[in-house]
């Protein structure tokens, strides 16, 4: 694993969320992408060298709505850059942990990605993901 890439959040709405963490990390969002494969509409923050992720839902029966309904808002994920995916998710498989996907899918923000059950990362969602090229 090279990095944190990203801190994946749950949002309500992303226009109340955008001008909430613009205001604490003193910065713009930089980019609002949708995911229709995840159900999802993101907005990307970038702070240092690690990016925060808002995740709005986009369907009610989606992964986020989901997680707010049991959890409410709050950290989702934690995603590491990796420079190999697919042999990193090999190495993942052997050493016991789930893969949520057998192979990489396209995530936003031009990467490919791969998540781990959080039974097997002490309830922590962790993502991999490698930029595309």
């Given at each position: 694993?090279?990095?944190?890439?990203?801190?994946?959040?749950?949002v309500?709405?992303?226009?109340?969320?955008?001008?909430?963490?613009?205001?604490?990390?003193?910065?713009?969002?930089?980019?609002?992408?949708?995911?229709?494969?995840?159900?999802?509409?993101?907005?990307f923050?970038?702070?240092?060298?690690?990016?925060?992720?808002?995740?709005?839902?986009?369907?009610?029966?989606g992964?986020?709505?989901?997680?707010?309904?049991?959890?409410?808002?709050?950290?989702?994920?934690?995603?590491?850059?990796?420079a190999?995916i697919e042999?990193?998710?090999k190495?993942?498989a052997?050493?016991?942990?789930?893969?949520?996907?057998?192979?990489?899918?396209?995530?936003?923000?031009?990467?490919?990605v791969?998540?781990?059950?959080?039974?097997?990362?002490?309830g922590?969602?962790?993502?991999?993901?490698?930029?595309?090229?």
């Amino acid at each position: 694993m090279l990095k944190v890439e990203h801190i994946g959040i749950a949002v309500r709405a992303l226009s109340e969320s955008i001008p909430l963490f613009e205001k604490l990390l003193n910065t713009p969002c930089y980019k609002t992408e949708a995911v229709a494969s995840e159900q999802v509409s993101t907005a990307f923050f970038k702070t240092g060298d690690t990016k925060i992720e808002l995740l709005e839902s986009s369907s009610a029966e989606g992964v986020i709505a989901r997680y707010i309904d049991k959890k409410g808002e709050g950290i989702h994920h934690i995603a590491f850059e990796v420079a190999d995916i697919e042999a990193e998710m090999k190495r993942l498989a052997n050493e016991g942990f789930v893969l949520l996907n057998e192979k990489p899918k396209q995530g936003a923000d031009n990467k490919l990605v791969c998540f781990l059950h959080p039974k097997g990362t002490n309830g922590v969602l962790v993502e991999l993901c490698m930029e595309m090229k």
